[in-house]
């Protein structure tokens, strides 16, 4: 039913109540503009698994393409200062893009986003083998992740938002993790235009989990150019620096006199080619920033601004940790949407998380779950123009 049945049908209702004397609840008006997201055949898997694709929208005229494959964010288009919409995430035209390698580009991350040291980790005395997929290490979930299943979808828009619920059980033993993991991720596309994102999970056995979404961001649009002169803040007195396998080295560094004091605002381009250890190993920006909320609240924890187009990213998260990403592996080899070529630094990431490697760091804030608790966690990334 489309969105004037809709209304007209909530009008001759609202009438024939009145016509009894019952007034209307207001609720119950609004109720009847709710808008059910349209959806479409994206395609099948290897294994032939069909794939929907969904495209929320709001009246603001901002929209959001997910698939089912992944729950991945094919496509974002947010306005600039003049009105004019762009694509902001990279991505791929069809499915076939999303089921070769590619670089997790906007998909679900999990059960354990970012790195797991040596793909192992104990629990109450058990050790759990994890895949090892990125050298000696565990990288975003393994080598068959929350990136590459299917998820079953629900329309569950609201009056105030269009919303959409992705359902997922991960199987005792799957890449290697403990218990039955039942994952619910809910994306939102607010009136203020908002992608905001609900990850839900619970377990039948301890286990540990940290889900994030890998959104690969340009805000001048996908495909136009480098990312090095957008401007960014992040509200982080500290970051994890790491190892040559980019696993944390368990210190919580200081951001100041650093590279990677984004306390105040610079462009990402300013310091990514300095000589700092860091920077090196990471071959630019690929660290966890250790957020000044401690999590638990959703808090502001990064800007991200496009000066040219106006486009302005904001990211709330109740994690209390971000892996600022700038797409230092892209090197050309991809080609995506509109078919664009994605160079190296042609986008950055914001993963908000628990910090790489928590399994076997004590000291870093815990990503165990147990049977009975509610995995919950909320990232907003919020869109502005100025
Ligand atoms: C990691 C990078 C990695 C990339 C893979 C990021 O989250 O921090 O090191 O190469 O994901 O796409």
Same mark, same amino acid.
């Given at each position: 039913?489309?969105? !004037?049945?809709?209304?007209?049908?909530? /009008?001759?209702?609202?009438?024939?109540?009145?016509?009894?004397?019952?007034?209307?609840?207001?609720?119950?008006?609004?109720?009847?503009?709710?808008?059910?997201?349209?959806?479409?055949?994206? #395609?099948?898997?290897?294994?032939?698994?069909?794939?929907?694709? +969904?495209?929320?929208?709001?009246?603001?005229?901002?929209?959001?393409?997910?698939?089912?494959?992944?729950?991945?964010?094919?496509?974002?288009?947010?306005?600039?200062?003049?009105?004019?919409?762009?694509? *902001?995430?990279?991505?791929?035209?069809?499915?076939?893009?999303?089921?070769?390698?590619?670089?997790?580009?906007?998909?679900?991350?999990?059960?354990?986003?970012?790195?797991?040291?040596?793909?192992?980790?104990?629990?109450? #005395?058990?050790? +759990?083998?994890?895949?090892?997929?990125?050298?000696?290490?565990?990288?975003?979930? #393994?080598?068959?992740?929350?990136?590459?299943?299917?998820?079953?979808?629900?329309?569950? &828009?609201?009056?105030?938002?269009?919303?959409?619920?992705? &359902?997922?059980?991960? $199987?005792?033993?799957?890449?290697?993790?403990?218990?039955?993991? &039942? @994952?619910?991720? %809910?994306?939102?596309?607010?009136?203020?235009?908002?992608?905001?994102?609900?990850?839900?999970?619970?377990?039948?056995?301890?286990?540990?989990?940290?889900?994030?979404?890998?959104?690969?961001?340009?805000?001048?649009?996908?495909?136009?150019?480098?990312?090095?002169?957008?401007? @960014?803040?992040?509200?982080?007195?500290?970051?994890?620096? /790491?190892?040559?396998?980019?696993?944390?080295? #368990?210190?919580?560094?200081?951001?100041?006199?650093?590279?990677?004091?984004?306390? !105040?605002?610079?462009?990402?381009?300013?310091?990514?080619?300095?000589?700092?250890?860091?920077?090196?190993?990471?071959?630019? +920006?690929?660290?966890?920033?250790?957020?000044?909320? =401690?999590?638990? &609240?959703?808090?502001?924890?990064?800007? *991200?601004?496009?000066?040219?187009?106006?486009? @302005?990213?904001? *990211?709330?998260?109740?994690?209390?940790?971000?892996?600022?990403?700038?797409?230092?592996?892209?090197?050309?080899?991809?080609?995506?949407?509109?078919?664009?070529?994605?160079?190296?630094?042609?986008?950055?990431?914001?993963?908000?998380?628990?910090?790489?490697?928590?399994?076997? $760091?004590?000291?870093?804030?815990?990503?165990?779950?147990? =049977?009975?608790?509610?995995? $919950?966690? %909320?990232?907003?990334?919020?869109?502005?123009?100025?």
């Amino acid at each position: 039913m489309n969105r !004037t049945t809709k209304m007209a049908i909530a /009008v001759a209702g609202l009438c024939m109540l009145s016509a009894c004397g019952e007034p209307k609840p207001v609720e119950t008006r609004q109720e009847t503009l709710r808008v059910a997201i349209p959806k479409r055949a994206f #395609g099948k898997t290897g294994t032939g698994e069909a794939v929907d694709l +969904y495209t929320l929208s709001n009246a603001k005229g901002m929209r959001a393409a997910i698939t089912t494959y992944g729950g991945i964010v094919t496509s974002l288009q947010t306005p600039d200062r003049t009105g004019a919409m762009a694509d *902001v995430v990279l991505g791929f035209d069809v499915i076939d893009g999303y089921l070769k390698e590619h670089p997790y580009f906007g998909a679900l991350i999990g059960r354990y986003g970012n790195r797991i040291g040596q793909g192992k980790f104990s629990l109450n #005395g058990n050790s +759990y083998t994890l895949v090892r997929n990125n050298g000696a290490n565990h990288l975003h979930g #393994g080598l068959k992740g929350f990136d590459k299943v299917v998820w079953a979808a629900r329309d569950v &828009s609201s009056t105030e938002a269009q919303k959409l619920e992705l &359902s997922y059980t991960s $199987k005792d033993g799957e890449e290697g993790y403990p218990g039955n993991l &039942s @994952v619910t991720v %809910t994306y939102s596309l607010t009136k203020d235009n908002e992608l905001r994102i609900d990850y839900a999970a619970a377990t039948d056995k301890d286990t540990v989990v940290n889900l994030t979404n890998h959104a690969y961001f340009n805000l001048a649009g996908q495909g136009e150019g480098d990312i090095l002169g957008h401007e @960014v803040t992040i509200h982080a007195d500290r970051y994890t620096p /790491v190892d040559k396998g980019l696993i944390p080295t #368990g210190q919580l560094e200081k951001v100041e006199g650093a590279p990677f004091d984004f306390r !105040t605002t610079h462009t990402i381009g300013e310091r990514i080619n300095s000589k700092d250890t860091q920077i090196t190993l990471g071959m630019g +920006y690929d660290h966890n920033f250790v957020l000044n909320s =401690p999590g638990g &609240s959703l808090a502001l924890a990064a800007r *991200v601004k496009d000066s040219k187009s106006g486009r @302005v990213m904001e *990211v709330l998260t109740t994690e209390p940790g971000l892996q600022f990403y700038t797409s230092n592996f892209l090197d050309g080899t991809l080609t995506g949407k509109s078919g664009k070529v994605y160079q190296k630094r042609s986008a950055f990431c914001m993963e908000t998380q628990h910090f790489p490697d928590s399994p076997n $760091k004590a000291q870093f804030p815990s990503t165990l779950l147990k =049977p009975g608790q509610q995995y $919950k966690t %909320t990232t907003v990334y919020r869109f502005l123009a100025e």
